[in-house]
Each structure stands twice: as structure tokens, then as C-alpha cells.
């Protein structure tokens, strides 16, 4: 059964770092898009941050831009958000997803369960 597991949330003082993991089941991530999602209570779902399976390539939303990395070890077979400089506007449930185009949560397949992130002091 393929499936994705978040971990890696919890509570940080703003400007402090976190960083999560998706690990895959069941499937290879490497062969995947796999893209970053996060949802904050009373707000849309927004993108935040997706690498390609085919060329490496990133992209990070305006709002994350310069703080959060997004990378893949293949022989842990788990993709990573590392976040840097967090705020609390960060403060959201933070999802993985795989098998998509970009940060458009309506193309992608596979969804972990999320976590939670808290930035406050």
C-alpha cells in the first residue's frame, strides 16, 4: 500500500528552525513529485514548496522564499522541509504529497497525514 508519513512538528519560538520528513511506503519517492502543503485553521490550503523527480528542480511560495529548503535523500527514501527563520504565520498543519505538478494539491495522488507546526513564544 503506498503511503507517505509526515513527522518532525512541534512547538518553536519564532526565528527558531524545524525540519520535516516524508518517508514513503510502499513506493519509491525518487519517482515522484512530491510537493509540501500546509493549512492554518480559518485559511486556504496553499503550496508551499515541491522538487520535481525529473530534473531536481524546486519551487518555494513567495512567502517561505529564502528560509525553507526542500531536499530528498533517496537511500533514506524520505523527502525533507527544512525550516529556517520560522514565524508565526508559519503556524499550520503541514502535509506531503506525491505524484503532482508543482504546488497544485488537486493534481497530486498520495497525501500523508500531516503535522503540526507551532511558532509561537
Known amino acids: 500500500q503506498v503511503q507517505l508519513v509526515e513527522s518532525g512538528g512541534g512547538l518553536v519560538q519564532p526565528g527558531g528552525s524545524l525540519r520535516l520528513s516524508c518517508a514513503g511506503s510502499g513506493f519509491t519517492l525518487d519517482y515522484y513529485s512530491i510537493g509540501w502543503f500546509r493549512q492554518a485553521p480559518g485559511k486556504e490550503r496553499e503550496g508551499v514548496s515541491c522538487?520535481?523527480?525529473?530534473?531536481?528542480?524546486?519551487y518555494y511560495a513567495d512567502s517561505v522564499k529564502g528560509r525553507f529548503t526542500i531536499s530528498r535523500d533517496n537511500a533514506m527514501n524520505t523527502v525533507y522541509l527544512q525550516m529556517n527563520s520560522l514565524k508565526p504565520e508559519d503556524t499550520a498543519i503541514y502535509y506531503c504529497a506525491a505524484d503532482g505538478f508543482g504546488v497544485v494539491a488537486a493534481t497530486y495522488s498520495y497525501w500523508g497525514q500531516g503535522t503540526q507546526v507551532t511558532v509561537s513564544s
Open positions: 522538487i520535481s523527480n525529473t530534473d531536481g528542480s524546486t
